[in-house]
Structures are given as structure tokens and as C-alpha cells.
């Protein structure tokens, strides 16, 4: 048994799609997350800048005695997660290869759609996962860089925002993909507005395949927490009011306290 606290991190406020997966799946377990609001977004930044500021923040995190780091960035689990594999002692989990394991077992056509940030796209990562566990699958990926600042708007049911999520998928229609992968921490809250347009795809949101991979992990290691009252807490590099009041939406519930640091 180990009561250490599960670390989270993200650049902003999404990565809470998996502190409230974690609080379903390992209630009993602490959480300390880090959002770097103060250099959201990641997703159009080079691979040298997010790999620096995902250093630093793991290392952050790393000083409130984690047992285990999720990356619930997408860009930054593209991009950095096998250095910081090799950096740091702690088993540190990313959220492409539990989302692209998840997607080939909902798939029946093997044609998969990958939508995320510029920098997730780029970096092809989710097609070499996709392709290495099943080398005949077709894949489709395309950056939907308008989402991030649609949600960070609150702007979820608006009739701009279904023109834009309408536009940028339309082309993916025609490609006769059964299953999307939605490949940022965002874009599980416009889920509504992409069925509108897919119809008949599956939505894959890689937090539930995310924390069911940490949930195994902390097992094989003898790492889960005892029964207890859970302690959450909050950190953000800047702006925690907005924070908190975005964080609502994301987690679904009240955060009461967000530090600064
Ligand atoms: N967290 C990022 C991701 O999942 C989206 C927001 C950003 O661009 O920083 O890729």
C-alpha cells in the first residue's frame, strides 16, 4: 500500500476530464494537479519549448512526493513522453497509447479519425501507436486548433461553435472512419456537437482507458492508497479564479481551492 498522491498534469484546465476518472475509478487515492495556465496552449508551441516547460512541471510535482504522473496533454504525452520516462524514477503515464489501444478494440472497419491540437498532429504520434498495434489500420488525423479556445470560452452549445466543429470534420465524413479519436484534453466537451456532424462514429475519450491503465499499474506494484478521505488539490501557474470557474465544467463539481504558483 502506498498513500502517496496520483500527480496530474496538464497545461490548463482540461486534464480534470481525468481527475474526475480517477475519483470514479480509484476514489480512495490523493491527487495533486498541476495546470500550466500561465502558458496554455501548448498545442501550436515547438517540441524544445514543451518539453522544457513539461520538465519543469513534472518536477514540480515530483516535489509534492507523487507516486505516479499522468500526462492528460495530449501534446505534451506526443511529444515528451518517453524522455520523461527516462528521467524520472516514477511510472509516468500518457494518454495516446491507452486512446489508440481503446479505438482499435471499438473499431469494426479498422478506419480511424484522429482529431487534435497542430502540435499532437504534427507529431503523428497517435497514427504510429495505431499503426504499430495494428499495422492495417487506416488512419486520418486533422488538427482542430479552434476547439481549445471555443471550450476555454465556455462557448459549448453555441451556433458558431457547431459552424466550426462543422467545418473542420465534414471532410472526415467522407473518409468512412467507424471511430474518432478525440485527441485533446478539450474536445471531450463538444462531444454533443461532433455526433451532430460524425452521426454513427464512436467518440473515444482516452481518460477512462488512461486511468484504467493506472489503476492496473498501481496495482501490479503494490502502489494503491488505503481506504481514506481523499485529498485533491489544485495548482495552476496562473489566473486560479479562472481556473476554478472553467474547472467547474471540466470536473463537474465545485473546486474550492486553487493555489497559485
Ligand atoms: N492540453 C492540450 C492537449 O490535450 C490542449 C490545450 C493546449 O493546447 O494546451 O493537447
Redesign the pocket.
Known amino acids: 500500500m502506498d498513500d502517496r498522491p496520483i500527480g496530474v498534469f496538464?497545461?490548463?484546465v482540461?486534464?480534470l476530464t481525468v481527475v474526475k476518472e480517477i475519483i470514479r475509478q480509484l476514489p480512495q487515492e490523493d491527487i495533486v494537479y498541476f495546470g500550466d495556465t500561465a502558458h496554455?496552449?501548448?498545442?501550436?508551441k515547438s517540441f524544445q519549448t514543451i518539453k522544457r516547460l513539461v520538465r519543469d512541471n513534472i518536477h514540480f510535482l515530483l516535489k509534492k512526493k507523487i507516486k505516479a504522473v499522468i500526462l492528460?496533454?495530449?501534446?505534451?504525452s506526443a511529444f515528451t513522453l518517453e524522455e520523461m520516462r527516462e528521467e524520472n524514477p516514477i511510472p509516468i503515464i500518457g494518454v495516446i497509447r491507452p486512446g489508440a489501444g481503446e479505438a482499435l478494440r471499438v473499431t469494426k472497419n479498422k478506419r480511424i479519425g484522429v482529431i487534435?491540437?497542430y502540435?499532437?498532429i504534427k507529431s503523428g504520434a497517435y497514427a504510429k501507436e495505431l499503426k504499430r498495434l495494428e499495422p492495417e489500420a487506416f488512419v486520418i488525423e486533422k488538427p482542430c486548433p479552434l476547439f481549445?479556445p471555443l471550450v476555454e470560452e465556455g462557448w459549448i452549445e453555441k451556433e458558431a461553435t457547431r459552424l466550426i466543429v462543422r467545418e473542420y470534420l465534414e471532410p472526415l465524413k467522407e473518409e468512412e472512419i467507424d471511430t474518432l479519436i478525440l485527441g485533446?484534453?478539450?474536445y471531450p466537451l463538444l462531444k454533443k456537437e461532433i455526433t451532430q456532424v460524425m452521426g454513427e462514429v464512436s467518440l473515444i475519450d482516452s481518460a477512462r482507458a488512461t486511468v484504467g491503465r493506472l489503476k492496473r499499474i498501481l496495482e501490479e506494484k503494490n502502489l494503491l492508497a488505503r481506504e481514506g478521505v481523499p485529498r485533491h488539490s489544485f495548482f495552476v501557474s496562473d489566473a486560479p479564479e479562472r481556473f476554478a470557474r472553467l474547472g467547474k465544467i471540466f470536473l463537474g463539481k465545485e473546486i474550492e481551492k486553487v493555489e497559485r504558483v
Open positions: 496538464d497545461s490548463g482540461g486534464g496554455l496552449p501548448y498545442g501550436p492528460a496533454c495530449h501534446t505534451a487534435g491540437t502540435g499532437t481549445v485533446c484534453t478539450h
